[in-house]
């Protein structure tokens, strides 16, 4: 009997760790999430010109690395008073290029081995926030691939020349394997030596937008 309740015990207390654990778990995903920002009624609309607009890409490995663009699809951002309240960009994920014409690449990053355009063929970035500090303007916003999102955040300079406005943003990092990119990432396989890729992939953005 009593081997019976102890048995019992540990079960209940197995069952509880495991709900525990998935309790956290979708927490964790939740708080990499943010609402996103609103326009109020006095914004004004600029919608992002695709052919003035672009995303580059650099991806690393131990033996180099390759660069491409990736081209924005459509997008809008609100300004009040010259200044950025809002703002929603959706990305051709099928139009990824290598910038040296690699065929064999641009069809392998099209794959399920990395953003699996077939199913997943758009991703969007949603600005949750457009901060400054120490004179830099920061934003912030929901980058979604695959159907997964994660924030991000980046510095931008922002030029407003009355009918247009031009974002431009340093370069900075993004970890594939928030997105759930597992090709080669030493984030889910521990035995591949020196032929892994990086997870981060840096970006560069320029995004021009007209009234």
């Known amino acids: 009997m009593k081997k019976r309740i102890i048995t019992l015990f540990t ?18 995903n939740i708080a990499q999430v943010e609402t996103v920002a609103k326009a109020s009624e006095a914004s004004e609309k600029y ?4 052919t003035a607009s ?34 929603k960009f959706s990305i051709d994920m099928a139009s990824i290029k290598d910038s040296e014409s690699n065929a064999r690449l641009e069809k392998h990053l099209k794959s399920a081995d990395f953003f699996d355009v077939e199913n997943h063929p758009n991703a969007t970035f949603e600005i949750t926030e ?31 020349n009355n009918n247009s406005v031009t974002l431009t943003s340093d370069t900075f990092k993004i970890d594939r394997s928030k997105w759930e990119i597992k090709f ?7 035995n591949l030596g020196d032929k892994f890729i990086n997870d981060d992939i840096d970006l560069k953005i320029s995004v021009t937008a007209t009234k």
């Not at 033996?63 to 809002?86: D, F, P, R």
């Not at 500090?133 to 030029?159: D, H, Q, R, W, Y």
């Open 11 to 28: 079960i209940s207390a197995i069952a509880v760790s495991v709900i525990a654990c998935k309790s956290k778990t979708k927490e964790d």
């Open 47 to 50: 919608t992002a010109d695709v």
């Open 54 to 87: 672009s995303i580059t890409w650099t991806g690393y490995k131990p033996t180099g690395s390759h660069t491409g663009t990736v081209k924005l699809k459509q997008g809008a951002l609100t300004l009040k008073n010259g200044h950025i309240e809002s703002g």
């Open 130 to 160: 457009v901060s400054k500090n120490e004179g830099e303007t920061m934003i912030s916003g929901n980058l979604t691939v695959k159907n997964i999102t994660n924030k991000v955040a980046f510095p931008v300079s922002i030029t407003n």
């Open 184 to 190: 080669k990432s030493k984030s889910f396989f521990t």
